[in-house]
């Protein structure tokens, strides 16, 4: 539970609960990576997932490349737990659905250079596990970046 000052009365408001979790999506690239356009893979990827739960807000995507693999990971935000648990259950099964995940291994491989010769495969997606300091940390950054959301 966290605080929030009230800027124009200076008084605290009720507290807000807010739960986060951390997920990643990661794909092998074959033979290896020449080159990933990860600013554009950054800013779509989440608009390649649909049917995301209600009353829940996805932030601080990142993308990171190796020689052969790149990973896409964010955070998932709500401020009631059964939406963050509807939310996990929904990402697991998303990816049950083959079309998902050829849909995601096509638009990765879309942000490759020289892409006719690679071949990009789901290898894995999962809720990372973070130090309970680190979650802490995340929120009150989301809440001092998106106060409107608390409002």
């Not at 990643?24 to 554009?40: G, N």
């Not at 932030?59 to 939406?83: K, L, M, P, Y």
Request: aromatic share 14%.
């Amino acid at each position: 539970m966290l605080l929030h000052q009230n800027k124009k009365t200076g008084t605290e408001t009720p507290q807000v609960e807010v739960w986060a979790y951390k997920y990643a999506i990661q794909f092998s690239i074959l033979p290896e990576i020449t080159y990933l356009d990860d600013q554009h893979l950054t800013a779509y990827f989440l608009d390649q997932l649909q049917g995301i739960p209600s009353g829940v807000w996805l932030s601080n995507q990142t993308c990171e490349e190796g020689i052969d693999f790149c990973t896409f990971n964010f955070w998932v935000f709500a401020t009631h737990s059964d939406r963050i648990k509807e939310f996990s259950i929904w990402f697991y099964g998303l990816f049950r659905d083959q079309n998902i995940s050829e849909k995601l291994e096509v638009f990765v491989l879309s942000n490759l250079e020289d892409s006719k010769d690679l071949t990009v495969i789901l290898t894995d997606w999962s809720r990372i596990r973070v130090p309970e300091n680190d979650t802490k940390r995340i929120i009150t950054q989301e809440i001092n970046q998106c106060p409107e959301i608390f409002k």
